[in-house]
């Protein structure tokens, strides 16, 4: 307790906003009665945290149940944006500051921990998932091919995304066709059932591993789609790839791999062939995470290890790679959206969540998980919205180093399938 912060509060502390009311640990309130929002304290400690302004560490406390949080989740984050002390996106960067994310990274992205740190997020579990994801479990950035269109819905949108994948990467049957973290399978069905290649999944998470195999068995996709349980550093190289995606999954492999990844990508791929990465990058130049503790919320109750890399950043490693750039898209105002139809989905079934997460890992553990996700996505959310992460997709060839490919042979110089003209992928 820190007694002699009680006469301080109304004077030390930011001006509250007019939609934001405090009630402190002895009972006092502050702000307006009719406040959409209401942050109730039981510990100082908490209430020091938000004088110097860090988020994260008031959304451990509530997680914690330090702090009750009451009001709908579309404006405790407008309440948020108005409490943060300044940019999240902004932080030290010096040299010191470069090298300990480094190290960090080193020791956090070895194979046994990324599949530590993947099963930790993804098999929490597959129940309490289906409840607030779209009908294929697509756990990634959707494509509101019309944002004005009040019929798109969360699945509409999904299938958007996958097809629009498939276009850039202009499968053909029979190709040769690798998913790299591949969820639930979405995309690897979908790249199967309509586009007719032969499909390898790879995954490091348990539960979707057991349920994409489920699918392929009940769809009778066995002689041409498979699911392994696998590090991609452990994928072999003896027959190469026609075509690559990787979806939501190179948040995890860390700055200290992302050369390492790239490089992979490019011996398991054709010559002349497509890759398509498709993953959250940093809002800023520097920054491996946000600031103001969100980071560190997400890295010790979402997701550990995972790092964020600047475009600027990934398109570098990409490059040194051997791998050539030919197209990228910028999706950041997509997963806002997506998101907040996530969030909106999880806030309208929380007594069902809560029961699912009880039968997993019993009352106490379930209260802590759900709470940590309702912040998680409703604060993601208002990350895409903020510009302070962003989304985009990478598409990119390995040069057959053969200007006159035969593949390609109306563009001249090509060396790869891609007709470098975007028609084909709205046609």
Known sequence: MIPHLIPDIPSH???LPADVALQLPQGQRLGAANALVKLSFSKWSSIARLKAGQIGGLAEDYVEGKLQIEGAMRDVMRAVTKLLPGNPVENDSGWWSGW???A????????????AQVQFHYDVSDAFYALWLDPRRVYSCAYYRDFSDASMTLARAQEAKLDHICRKLMLQPGERFLDIGAGWGALLLWAAEHYGVDATGITLSKNQHTHVQQLIDQKDL???VRIELRDYRDMPEDRPFDKISSVGMFEHVGHTNMSTYF??????LAPGGLVLNHGITAGGLENRQLGAGMGDFIEKYIFPGGELVHVSA?????????LEMVDTENLRPHYARTLWDWSDALESRLDEARQVLTTDDGPERAEKTLRAYRLY???SAMSFEQGWISLHQLLATRPSGDVHDARVAQVRGAQSVYPFSRDYMYR
């Open 377 to 379: 996505l409703a604060g």
């Open 222 to 224: 066995g002689q041409r």
């Open 104 to 115: 960090k990274s080193m020791a956090a992205h070895t194979p046994a921990k990324d599949a």
């Open 13 to 15: 502390m930011p001006r």
């Open 263 to 268: 490089e992979k990508i490019m011996r398991l």
């Open 314 to 322: 990934v398109l570098e490693h990409l490059a040194r790679a051997g």
């Open 100 to 102: 300990l994310h480094l």
